[in-house]
């Protein structure tokens, strides 16, 4: 019979070898895997009800936070009485260090919230204040006028101050959606990626759907590719909602519209690879599947917590801003943000990408290691 194989006389093998078509392989166990993930409850509630939740209790909650930011025009006398009162409010956090350009941009954005410059006038023990406000913060902007006044009353300030002056330039309104929205969506394909793939593939791997497998012509990369696509396809299913949602109805700033809306889908695609690495690994190392939930959270809760989903980074203690700067998360949702609002292109967020390659690069390796096919 071996003889007859290696002469071509039995055919079956080489007509079974030539019809049959890995990339064929691969489209259908992606749309079976889709059928699955969309019959599976916790998939929806994490890729889409989840992560809806909080941006409708966001959403209609509206703006919130007591933190302004006020830069300090360059050139301005740092060592007076108006800028030290002002450093002991506990509400404003002075920005330094930037040229005019940078806080010209920074006011348009609503990264800063107002500039102050403050001169000693000639001749004379008075100091000159001038304000600049931006009408992408009104709310802090007439919060810090409060404080400014109050301040001016002071008893301690009257003999030295001699006039204030205002203005206002006209920037994007930042919103509580435009910040909560995108860590919601970088959630949601964390969730999708980890989750979701950690279970499926354990879940193969102990019904012995793999070992079949194994008696087909299919290719092991077939069966990772093919899960990979349907779990992309979900998470830009459930991503394009959220953005269309929070757009629609909750008024989240999409610069560039369709634009915009294409470059946080590819933001989306790099990210849920990355997260798919993680299901890889605790797929491998989970034994049975009530280990999974646990690993899985270890994995996630840290960097839904940390990575700027509800606030910024930058509101945490010192020390432990530099474990949020190394989750994969941070630099998805801070892409995410400045695409969406700021209007950066990809290339303008290639620092967070490159970050968020190199996660995939060692995720992936220490994946290749631990994962397990039978």
Known sequence: MQKDINNGTDKAPSRRSGSYSNTTATLALAKASFRSIMRSPSAVVFTLAFPLIFILVFGFLGGGGTRIDVGITPGSDINNPVIGMLQKTGMIRLVKDKSNDEFNKLLEKGNVDAMIDVHRKVNTAAYSVNVIYTSASRDKGGILKSVLNNLFYDKTLKP?????????????????????????????L???????????????????????????PVKRSSIVIGEGIARIGFALIGALFIILIGHFFFGFTLVHGAVTVANMLLLAIMGIIVFMGFGFIISGIAKSESMVPPISNIVTL?????????FSI?????????????????????????VAFEGMGLWDVKFQIMILLIWGIVIYAIAVKVFKWE
């Open 302 to 310: 840290p960097q839904f917590l940390l990575s700027g989903t509800f």
């Open 190 to 216: 964390l969730s999708t990626g980890v989750f979701g793939t950690a279970f499926v593939f354990l879940s193969l791997r102990q019904t012995l759907v793999i070992k079949r497998f194994f008696a087909t």
């Open 160 to 188: 030295t101050i001699a006039e204030i002056k205002e203005s206002s330039v006209k920037g994007r309104e930042y919103k509580t959606i435009d910040f909560i929205l995108p860590g919601q969506l970088g959630f949601s």
């Open 314 to 338: 930058e509101a945490f203690p010192t020390w432990l801003q530099p474990i949020s700067r190394a989750l994969p998360l941070t630099y998805l949702n801070d892409a995410m943000r400045k």
